[in-house]
């Protein structure tokens, strides 16, 4: 008999995988292929570690992704966490320590309250100040919640006034529009990167890194690359995480904190020019000018901070807990890519909201309706 080990994940190891997750939660994203074969099995920048009991079965299971960041100007690798799984005690702990010891700081951003539980107990250290926002709240009642919650979140679906993103556009001021524009791009190229960063803290992933993490042409998830424009100048970028029924703010980077707010905003405009029906849009900040900019164009403030955790301690990695002059994105790690994932239907319903290059000039002649007139709530 074989005794139990830990290997890295190939996608023969994939129905044991499934196996597993499917007795964990039959929604959990392991259940998924296409979305394990990419994310975990087609990159060195993320890789998925499983234990193997003597029988074969999968056991346990922790992904590691290698996040590279710059603190202060100075690159560091952060290895965010996903998919901790374990069936037997005792496996849980040992894939922790492995992942702990693999980068010079690990981040958990969001989790479980277990897992929250976890860090705790090792002293990392937890960072306030990261505020999730939503646009077109949904007001989705939750399994379990009291029946009044239920009750109370029908009224608000029922009487809250959403608005389609398009009608949004004069939202946008005037001086902002006749200088900022967005342009839809395929693929990641280095001047699409930031040669300079206002910011103290930032993901800053290489050209390579970001066409693997953030593919445009992945069958699971639409991810859209947006080019920051002043003046004709490539002063940043956008990517948004797309589907029929809501749009992520996934990434974004540029050189200057309030043209970035307002080119994310420039998007997401883009991205739901065509949509007949109020898209839901969630976004996250930690940077006060930003925050005001985008509550301005009417994201409200959804829920208490969110969890963001880096350590463990000791290490040669110092962060300074004041996070206003952060750059915090959406959907970093496996935080957008949690499901339900797009089907071949789905994604082509979704690549329908495409703007094409031939109506480029159309959404532009919508933002510049505001070119002359003030901002309006």
């Known amino acids: 008999?074989?005794?139990?080990?830990?290997?890295?994940?190939?996608?023969?190891?994939?129905?044991?995988?499934?196996?597993?997750?499917?007795?964990?939660?039959?929604?959990?994203?392991?259940?998924?292929?296409?979305?394990?074969?990419?994310?975990?099995?087609?990159?060195?920048?993320?890789?998925?570690?499983?234990?193997?009991?003597?029988?074969?079965?999968?056991?346990?299971?922790?992904?590691?992704?290698?996040?590279?960041?710059?603190?202060?100007?100075?690159?560091?690798?952060?290895?965010?966490?996903?998919?901790?799984?374990?069936?037997?005690?005792?496996?849980?702990?040992?894939?922790?320590?492995?992942?702990?010891?693999?980068?010079?700081?690990?981040?958990?951003?969001?989790?479980?309250?277990?897992?929250?539980?976890?860090?705790?107990?090792?002293?990392?250290?937890?960072?306030?100040?990261?505020?999730?926002?939503?646009?077109?709240?949904?007001?989705?009642?939750?399994?379990?919640?009291a029946k009044w919650r239920v009750a109370a979140k029908w009224v608000l679906r029922h009487t809250r006034r959403k608005k389609r993103i398009p009608e949004c556009a004069s939202r946008i001021p005037a001086n902002v529009a006749a200088k900022l524009s967005v342009r839809e791009e395929q693929n990641f190229t280095r001047d699409l990167l930031p040669?300079?960063?206002?910011?103290?803290?930032?993901?800053?992933?290489?050209?390579?890194?970001?066409?693997?993490?953030?593919?445009?042409?992945?069958?699971?998830?639409?991810?859209?690359?947006?080019?920051?424009?002043e003046n004709e100048k490539t002063v940043g970028y956008v990517i948004l995480n797309d589907s029929p029924e809501r749009i992520l703010v996934a990434q974004c980077d540029g050189k200057d904190a309030d043209t970035l707010a307002y080119g994310v905003l420039l998007s997401i405009l883009q991205a739901g020019h065509e949509d007949t029906k109020p898209r839901t849009v969630s976004l996250v900040s930690s940077h006060p000018r930003m925050q005001k900019i985008y509550e301005r164009f009417g994201f409200k403030r959804n829920g208490p901070d969110r969890p963001f955790a880096l350590g463990p301690p000791g290490r040669n990695v110092q962060v300074h807990p004041d996070t206003s002059n952060w750059l915090v994105n959406l959907d970093w790690g496996d935080n957008g890519l949690l499901g339900p994932f797009l089907g071949p239907v789905f994604r082509k319903a979704a690549e329908k909201l495409q703007v094409p290059p031939s109506d480029s000039l159309a959404f532009e002649d919508s933002v510049s309706r505001v070119r002359g007139q003030g901002q309006r709530a």
């Not at 087609?42 to 992704?65: H, N, P, Q, Y």
């Not at 990392?124 to 919640?145: A, C, D, E």
Request: glycine content about 6%.
């Open 195 to 229: 040669s300079r960063s206002p910011f103290r803290f930032r993901f800053a992933p290489p050209p390579d890194y970001l066409n693997w993490r953030y593919n445009t042409s992945l069958p699971f998830v639409r991810y859209r690359l947006f080019r920051i424009l």
């Open 1 to 145: 008999m074989r005794a139990m080990r830990m290997v890295e994940y190939t996608p023969e190891l994939f129905d044991a995988l499934q196996r597993m997750a499917k007795s964990i939660d039959p929604q959990c994203s392991l259940v998924h292929r296409p979305f394990v074969d990419y994310y975990y099995a087609s990159s060195d920048w993320c890789r998925l570690f499983t234990i193997l009991a003597d029988d074969g079965s999968a056991i346990a299971s922790i992904g590691v992704e290698k996040m590279p960041f710059e603190y202060d100007s100075k690159k560091i690798i952060v290895g965010f966490g996903s998919n901790f799984h374990s069936l037997r005690s005792g496996m849980g702990s040992y894939l922790f320590l492995y992942w702990q010891k693999c980068c010079s700081a690990g981040l958990v951003y969001g989790g479980s309250e277990e897992a929250h539980k976890i860090i705790r107990r090792q002293n990392w250290s937890f960072f306030t100040g990261v505020r999730s926002y939503m646009l077109n709240k949904p007001y989705l009642p939750y399994p379990g919640q």
